[in-house]
């Protein structure tokens, strides 16, 4: 099967630091792929490319490749509006717009055109229900957002990502401003979503990549030391620091 996404011989500088030094990736469809290491070891940097975020960051330049779909987006002829619209992202604490959970949702598809006459309000309802939201909030459409709990915040912005059906979630660190409880409910979304969805995901946390993910990739200092399925990355890891971070022994 092809790769939803793909980097190769990728290194990425921020100045004169040397953030990310050659590395290939492969990311399955509709699968969870988890990215782990030690913190500054290159995971969000790796993340953010895939939708070309790291731009925003002066200083920062590229050489090697970034695929979606097969094609290149590392050029400068690539719409970085239409990238991000098919390769969202979710950060690592919510971050609702001060508006109503309505506008919230509405937001993508406004911007993008995507709110035919009639069709916004249906689209929001969708959104909602495909995160568990709609049952919850269906009443409180017109409530802040910024009202929410931290779990419905996070919730309402993934809502706010599919209202604009991309195809690739980015999420780094999702749940490390939740409480165990709801981070085993984002956990469960997650696992539903990616029927439908690639998701690509950071975290600190083994325990959550071993319980989600189909795919593993542990990166240190900058390099991608080891990757594949989740399982055999953690019972059998071909390289020894892998074993050595996954063991506790390092990082």
């Known amino acids: 099967m ?15 630091f040397h953030a990310l030094k050659a590395v290939s990736i492969a990311v399955a469809p509709q699968a969870i792929t988890a990215i782990i290491g030690p913190s500054g070891c290159g995971k969000s940097t790796l993340l953010r490319v895939f939708n070309r975020m790291n731009d925003l960051i002066p200083g920062c330049r590229t050489t090697g490749d970034v695929l979606l779909d097969g094609q290149s987006i590392a050029g400068n002829g690539t719409n970085l509006a239409a ?19 309505f506008e919230n949702v509405a937001y993508g598809p406004k911007i993008h055109g995507l709110a035919a006459a009639g069709g916004l309000a249906e689209r929001v309802e969708r959104s909602l229900r495909q995160t568990g939201l709609w049952d919850i909030l269906k009443d409180k459409l017109d409530a802040s957002a910024l009202s929410l709990t931290p779990e419905q915040q996070q919730r309402l912005c993934i809502s706010r990502l599919l209202a604009v059906e991309p195809e690739v979630l980015l999420m780094d660190e999702p749940c ?10 984002i956990e469960e979304l997650m696992l539903e979503l990616k029927r439908q969805y690639t998701i690509v995901i950071v975290t600190h946390n083994m325990q959550q990549a071993a319980r989600i993910s189909d795919d593993t990739a542990y990166m240190l200092l ?8 989740t399982q055999t990355v953690f019972t059998g890891p071909a390289d020894r620091r892998t074993e050595e971070y996954i063991s506790g022994r390092y990082g």
Do not use: C, H
Not at 176 to 185: G, V
């Open 176 to 185: 490390s401003a939740l409480d165990p409880i709801a981070t085993a409910r």
């Open 2 to 16: 092809a790769p939803k996404l793909e980097t190769r011989a990728l290194d990425l500088w921020y100045g004169r």
């Open 222 to 229: 900058g390099e991608l030391i080891e990757s594949g399925d």
């Open 83 to 101: 990238l991000r619209k098919r390769v969202g992202m979710v950060f690592q604490r919510p971050n609702p717009f001060p508006l109503s959970v």
